[in-house]
Structure formats: structure tokens, C-alpha cells
């Protein structure tokens, strides 16, 4: 009998920790408060306290400046705040959300693991991915995996390599919408396209219900100044719509209390009027399925989507399902929605081998995997016996600075394409500027927007830092001269560019900079982290 592994969905407005009962099914483990899932909002209260939840969620607008929401959005980007006096850096701040996760998950079970999968989006760039990871490092943990949601969710409702078919992951979650296309042939998983809005979810239906809401009371109770400027009454609403807007996914009709100043009302809203004033949200996220599916199929001609994987809290609305079915042909399937993603994730940790042990956990940031003859460079993982292989597509394009003579201008040439197909190998000559020139220098850039753009600025520098990124003590050469350039990027998204100047044979190898935090502010993270308690 394997350890027990916890499945964690790190969402951007809330997570969910599973993990394989005694039948060898998935299991959501409640929270303390009894609940399926736990809002991913963090209240710093002291030094040495905090609080995750929907009790932080509760406060967020009383306490702005101690609570932190939709930290995920800032994965992979170096934000330091203090609180207390000490630095939390967005690692840090997911480590507070995972801590909590896996110290009720272990009250609540009994067992003693410390082994975790954390999903991430299937757009996750190498960055993010890598601060996932870290996040489960400062909390003490032992990542065991890192895992695409859409894939997890596949697993979730039981989709095995046995079969040959593609499935549209569909995922209306809080704060983001993603969209991906999955193809499942023997033995591997494979991310065929994915694309998305990153700022479009359930709060954005939240906030047209609100204006709903707001715009019926103030009509019916006559209040002339605007109630929303009050922040307990504005956090009030907002929780209040949020529940309602659950209402309305079961019910035809939903009822709110408001009271500003003295003036209460009861306020009424239907499901028709709660449609009409979000369809336009609806039909973004119908027009994006339409670019997801045109970029798959330029990808894979003839590719037919076989079913639609429902999946994220805001998919149980009722408009969602009917506005897919109104636009495209496909047959729908329900997964557990908000619950799918940890579920897969408990699903994939029963199926990780144990690694060759390297002791116990050190803070090493390298996977142990990687010291270990592998074949192929997936993730494989055993599944009902199986040997079962994920592959992703590069989720951002990746390429290289040059210099147009002509413009007199920096820009990035592009290697790799978002969407290309992991691993990536390619290679591209490039030629020197002037005569005699003696170094060449290379620096590696991943695109920060999200579209491509060769403008220097649209793009994020990930040569590593502290390395000299030239190739230098170059023979004489003329103008013009050939650099041969090989950019590699692994399955697991780890970029390397390999420059040689062909005559002399001088090279240089550049590994990207993933990491955003320092060796030291890892070590003093998990100092921070492991001294502060949960709050009860
Ligand atoms: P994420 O992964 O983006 O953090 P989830 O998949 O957990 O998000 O979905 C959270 C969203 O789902 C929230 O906006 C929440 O209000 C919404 N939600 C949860 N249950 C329902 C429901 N029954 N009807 C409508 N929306 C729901
Ligand atoms: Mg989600």
C-alpha cells in the first residue's frame, strides 16, 4: 500500500484537497468549516498568525490592506508585500493556502503525508510552474507532482488512455476562464491547444448581479447617494449575490436582504433577469471555445471533438451548459465541476512511482526525477496498471533578442511557438553584426502577453542571472558570420538554448532562469512559514 497523497486544486478563488479512500476512489476531504472547498484568501492577523478561507474572504474588503486575494494570478512574478515586518512573496503567500489545505486534510484523515500533486493551469509557463512547486516547498511539503488541470479533470471522471478520443475541457472557474483541447490516444494524455481569458470567471457574474441587485434597491427604496461607496455594505452585498447567484443554478428565483442606512428591502431576482444581464459573459466565453477549437484544428486537420468535459463552480449554472449546446454539436458531460480538479489530482498521486529516495525532502530546488535515466521525457505515471504518458504544448512563445540593422532596433526572434507541441527542438542561424566581432551576446526571452510580439518590452527576460550570457574570444570573422542557435524545451517546459560558432567551436549553453526567489529567500520563506499557525 503506497503513502497517502493528497491531490490539491490551488484555484484562484478557491482550492479543494482530495485524496484516494480505502476503495481506491477519490475523496474531497471537507475543510473545518465543513466545506467542500475553501476560498483561496489569505488574512495575515499577527506575526504569527493567519487565516484561510471563507472567514479571510468574509474580511476582505474590512481588511484590504491584511488580506490577500487571487494570489495565483500573481504566480511567477517577484511581488514582495510585508506584513508584520516580514517579506511574503507570491510562493509564500500560496504556501499559507497549501499549509492549511494539508493540515486539516491530515486532522480530518488521520494520516500523516506530507506528499502532494498541485494542479496548475494548462498555460502555465515554466515560471509558474516552477512557483507552484516552490509554494509546496516553503509549506514543507513534498511535491510529488505537478499536474495540467484539464488533465486531472479528465482523470476525475474516470477518461483512461484505453480509449482514442478528444474532449473539450470547458473550465468556467472564479476568476479565470480556460478552455483546452485534450486528446487521449494509448497510453498518454495529450494537451492539443489551450487558450482562455485569465480575467473572466464567477466573480464577473458576481458583479453584474450585484449592479442587479443595487440598481432594484435603490429604484425601490428611494436612497439618493450609493451604497456600494460603504465598504460593509458593499462586502455584505457581495456575499449575499455570490450565494444567490448559487440560488439561481438550482432555483427560479432568488431573494436578498439589503439594508443601507436604515432603508431595508427585500429584493427579488429571477434566473431570466439573471441571465440577461450576464449573457454577454457567457457569450465571451463561447466565442473563445470557437478560437480554442480553430487553433486546435489548424493544429490537428479534421480533429473532432468527441464530448465537452464541464468543469469549475461557475459551470453549474444552468446557462452554461445550454449556451454550449446552442452553438456547438457536441454531447455535454458533468464532471464534480469545482471538485474535479483536486479529485484527478488524488487520482495521479496514487499512480506516481515512488522516486528513488534523496534523503528526506531537502530544499534543493532540483526534482529528483531528473538525476534518473529516464525514458522519453514525459511524466509517466502508472494508472490501472498502465504506463501512462502526459505531454503539454509550450503555453508561451520563446525566443531569443536580435538586432535589426536596419531599424537599428533590439526585437525578439521567435524559436518556439506558443502551442508547439512538447518537447521542442529547434534549431536557427543567426549571424554576426560586424567584422572582427569577438563575443556574441544571447539572451533568452518567453512572451509575456498574450498574444506573441517581437517588441522587446511584450516579452520576459529568463536568461539566467549571475551566468555571462556571450559567447566570447571569437576568431576574426567578417559580418555576417553564422551562429548556430538550438533552443530545447522539455516536456516539463525547461528551455535550454545551445549557441556554437561553427569554425571555432566556442559555445555556450543557457539554461532559463525559472525561479523568481533566491536560494536565501526560500530558506527564510519556510522559516516564516513554519512559524506561523493557523488561526482558529
Ligand atoms: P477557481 O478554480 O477559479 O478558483 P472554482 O472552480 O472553484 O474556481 O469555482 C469558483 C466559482 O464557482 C466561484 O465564482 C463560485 O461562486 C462559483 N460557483 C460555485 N458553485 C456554484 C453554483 N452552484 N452556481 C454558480 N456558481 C457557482
Ligand atoms: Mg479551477
Not at 170 to 196: H, K, P
Not at 240 to 268: M, N, P
Not at 415 to 422: I, M, R, S, Y
Request: proline share 4%; with cysteine; aromatic share 6%.
Amino acid at each position: 500500500m503506497s503513502e497517502d497523497v493528497f491531490g490539491i486544486d490551488l484555484g484562484t478563488t478557491y482550492s479543494a484537497i482530495a485524496h484516494m479512500d480505502e476503495y481506491g476512489r477519490p475523496q474531497i476531504i471537507q475543510n473545518r468549516d465543513g466545506q467542500n472547498t475553501t476560498p483561496s484568501v489569505v488574512y495575515f492577523e499577527s506575526a504569527s498568525n493567519f487565516v484561510v478561507g471563507q472567514e479571510a474572504k468574509n474580511g476582505a474588503r474590512v481588511y484590504p490592506d491584511e488580506t490577500v486575494s487571487l494570489i495565483k494570478r500573481e504566480m511567477g512574478e517577484k511581488n514582495e508585500r510585508i506584513f508584520f515586518d516580514q517579506p511574503f512573496y507570491p510562493e509564500t503567500i500560496s504556501s499559507l493556502i497549501l499549509k492549511q489545505l494539508v493540515t486539516e486534510a491530515q486532522e480530518a484523515t488521520g494520516s500523516t503525508s506530507s506528499k502532494v500533486v498541485i494542479t496548475v493551469p494548462a498555460y502555465f509557463g515554466l515560471g509558474e510552474k516552477e512557483s507552484t512547486r516552490q509554494a509546496g516547498q516553503i509549506a514543507g511539503l513534498d511535491v510529488v507532482g505537478i499536474l495540467a488541470e484539464p488533465v486531472a479533470a479528465a482523470l476525475s471522471v474516470g477518461i483512461t488512455s484505453a480509449q482514442d478520443k478528444c474532449y473539450f475541457v470547458y473550465d468556467l472557474g472564479g476568476g479565470t476562464f480556460d478552455c483546452t483541447v485534450l486528446r487521449v490516444t494509448q497510453n498518454a494524455f495529450e494537451v492539443v491547444a489551450t487558450d482562455g481569458n485569465r480575467k473572466l470567471g464567477g466573480a464577473d457574474w458576481d458583479e453584474a448581479l450585484f449592479d442587479l441587485v443595487l440598481s432594484k434597491f435603490v429604484q425601490e427604496s428611494g436612497i439618493d447617494d450609493d451604497p456600494a461607496a460603504d465598504p460593509e455594505f458593499y462586502q455584505g452585498l457581495m456575499n449575499d449575490v455570490e450565494t444567490a447567484k448559487k440560488t439561481l443554478s438550482k432555483k427560479e428565483k432568488a431573494r436578498l436582504r439589503c439594508s443601507y442606512e436604515g432603508v431595508q428591502a427585500v429584493i427579488f431576482v429571477t434566473k431570466e433577469e439573471f441571465e440577461a444581464a450576464t449573457r454577454h459573459l457567457l457569450n465571451e466565453t463561447l466565442d473563445i471555445v470557437q478560437r480554442t477549437l480553430d487553433a486546435a484544428t489548424s493544429k490537428v486537420p479534421g480533429l473532432n471533438i468527441d464530448e465537452v468535459l464541464l468543469v469549475g463552480g461557475s459551470s453549474r449554472m444552468p446557462q452554461v451548459a445550454e449556451g454550449l449546446s446552442s452553438r456547438f454539436p457536441w454531447p455535454l458531460r458533468n464532471t464534480e465541476f469545482d471538485l474535479a480538479v483536486a479529485q484527478g489530482a488524488a487520482i495521479y498521486g496514487s499512480g506516481v512511482q515512488p522516486a528513488v529516495s534523496d534523503g528526506d525532502g531537502g530544499e534543493g530546488s532540483a526534482a529528483p526525477a531528473d538525476d534518473l535515466p529516464m525514458l522519453g521525457s514525459g511524466q509517466e505515471i502508472v494508472l490501472d496498471g498502465r504506463q501512462v504518458t502526459f505531454t503539454n504544448v509550450l503555453s508561451k512563445s520563446v525566443g531569443v533578442r536580435f538586432f535589426n540593422k536596419k531599424t537599428k532596433e533590439h526585437y525578439i526572434g521567435f524559436l518556439a511557438h506558443a502551442q508547439d507541441k512538447l518537447p521542442v527542438h529547434t534549431t536557427m542561424t543567426a549571424f554576426t553584426i560586424e567584422d572582427h566581432q569577438t563575443s556574441v551576446e544571447l539572451q533568452l526571452y518567453e512572451q509575456s502577453g498574450e498574444a506573441e510580439s517581437q517588441e522587446v518590452e511584450h516579452n520576459k527576460r529568463i536568461t539566467p542571472e549571475g551566468v555571462d550570457p556571450r559567447i566570447t574570444g571569437l576568431p576574426d570573422l567578417p559580418e555576417g558570420s553564422p551562429i548556430e542557435l538550438t533552443l530545447s524545451i522539455t516536456n516539463e517546459g525547461l528551455a535550454s538554448l545551445h549557441a556554437v560558432e561553427p569554425t571555432s567551436g566556442h559555445e555556450l549553453t543557457l539554461e532559463a532562469s525559472l525561479s523568481t526567489m533566491q536560494p536565501e529567500e526560500l530558506e527564510q520563506a519556510r522559516g516564516i512559514v513554519s512559524r506561523m499557525d493557523i488561526s482558529i
